[in-house]
């Protein structure tokens, strides 16, 4: 399973680059915006930091601008990925950038058709927001496990990546649900290396071994 974090904060990003595994770094227009900086300056900066993906959100109106605005980022990005938000002109430059190679993403998936959709245009990676599904009373896990159901059953090869996710627990689900990918803020990230029984146990470990050093050393 591919593990990004969604933030443009460069402390964020430093500190979670500090573990290897960590696949990339997801954005969209609302984290951009937090910088209060050209977005292009500050994916400069997160690519330097990142040796993984780097994910965009075009914002242009019309597929053939989209593709063009993909195409200025990815000049700036060593391994992009392109969000689209989902709708008619983002699924004809999905399935015109997907047949340039360039990896995509459907992003504000909220249904089961919608996913569909973004695999039929090639999209590398769909993205329903389990969150904001769950906040509004319906199931975000049941629509993951209906989209990996029908992914499997078509042979789509679109991963899903569980977005808007709100704890630790989600991530579980995710890789329970068969997720391919997760992205989530750097606070659930950071909380999913720790237990209290973990440092509790090294504690314990730390001291003993101690208490064993000691020991050798008066003999
Ligand atoms: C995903 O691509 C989005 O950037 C993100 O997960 C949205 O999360 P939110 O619902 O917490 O804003």
Redesign the pocket.
């Known amino acids: 399973m591919e593990i990004f974090i969604?933030t443009a904060d460069i402390k964020e990003i430093k500190s979670a680059s500090q573990l290897s595994i960590l696949d990339g770094v997801?954005?969209?227009p609302?984290?951009l915006s937090k910088q209060k900086l050209p977005p292009r300056e500050v994916l400069v900066e997160i690519n330097s930091l990142v040796r993984g993906k780097v994910?965009y959100?075009v914002t242009s109106e019309k597929a053939g601008d989209m593709v063009d605005e993909a195409k200025e980022m990815i000049s700036v990005i060593n391994r992009p990925v392109i969000?689209l938000p989902m709708g008619v002109e983002a699924l004809n430059a999905c399935h015109i950038l997907s047949k340039e190679g360039i990896e995509t993403?459907m992003?504000?998936v909220f249904s089961v058709s919608q996913a569909i959709l973004a695999a039929k245009a090639g999209a590398s990676y769909v993205?329903p927001?389990v969150?904001?599904i769950n906040?509004t009373g319906w199931s975000g896990y049941q629509l993951i496990r209906e989209i990996v159901s029908v992914y499997e059953k078509q042979q789509f090869n679109t991963k899903v990546?569980g977005?808007?996710?709100?704890g630790s627990y989600d991530i579980v689900e995710m890789a329970m649900l068969g997720a391919k990918a997760v992205?989530?803020?750097y606070k659930i990230f950071s909380e999913l290396i720790r237990h209290p029984m973990t440092d509790i146990g090294r504690t314990q470990f730390d001291n003993d071994w101690q208490g064993l050093q000691d020991h050798l050393k008066n003999m």
């Open positions: 969604d997801t954005t969209n609302t984290i994910w959100q969000k993403n992003t504000l993205s927001y969150g904001r906040d990546i977005a808007s996710l709100r992205t989530m803020p």
